[in-house]
């Protein structure tokens, strides 16, 4: 049996306008990323959907939002957690030699920030989860979550450019058919503008 994930990012905060590292922080949307969500609604099949959310407050604002209802929460799609760097910015971190940061194409699976998590740790925590999953399900989550799931299935190593970007107000589709989880489209599917948005 042939089931499927489609994955949504949660709608800009503050600190990802002051591009801070947010990981597991619970920061939440701000007013101009709320406005930005509430133009927007789920396609169908999608509206019907088994929803779920990251359990910060990002994440569920956005489900609820999006969905018109309330996501079912697990705290397996947390984002990854950053440790000491969460609340700094990356740039700042990158331009200090001693800091110790990587830009994501020089991650490998086991980078690990200073008392954080690895893309590794992530895939340990996501795919039990995965696991139990039939039918269509969509997940409003973060983008470190969305990326260890579109790594595995288009087999990227976080070494080297990423064979997607992951975009706001889209669902980037998973399917997984019983031999791993496989991209469905190159394309993700856009979100539905509301009428008067």
Not at 15 to 44: C, H, K, M
Not at 157 to 175: I, S
Not at 189 to 197: F, H, N, P, Q, Y
Request: charged share 30%; net charge neutral; proline share 7%.
């Amino acid at each position: 049996m042939i089931r499927r994930l489609a994955l949504l990012r949660h709608g800009r905060t503050a600190w990802n306008r002051q591009g801070r590292i947010q990981g597991s922080t619970d920061e939440p949307l701000d007013a101009e990323g709320r406005t930005e969500v509430s133009q927007f609604s789920l396609p169908g099949p999608w509206d019907a959907a088994r929803l779920w959310s990251s359990p910060l407050g990002r994440a569920r604002e956005t489900a609820r939002i999006v969905a018109g209802r309330e996501p079912e929460i697990t705290p397996d799609l947390r984002e990854m957690d950053w440790g000491r760097w969460e609340g700094q910015r990356g740039v700042d971190l990158a331009a200090d030699p001693q800091s110790g940061f990587r830009h994501i194409e020089d991650w490998g699976w086991t980078y690990r920030p200073p008392g954080g998590e690895s893309p590794a740790d992530l895939r340990d925590r996501l795919l039990p989860w995965v696991d139990t999953l039939t039918g269509d399900n969509l997940a409003v989550c973060h983008i470190g979550v969305m990326r260890v799931l579109l790594a595995l299935a288009t087999a990227w190593n976080f070494d080297g450019p990423a064979p997607f970007r992951v975009k706001r107000n889209r669902l980037f589709v998973l399917m997984d058919d019983g031999n791993g989880l496989k991209l469905q489209s190159d394309e993700p599917v856009r979100l539905v503008r509301r009428e008067g948005a």
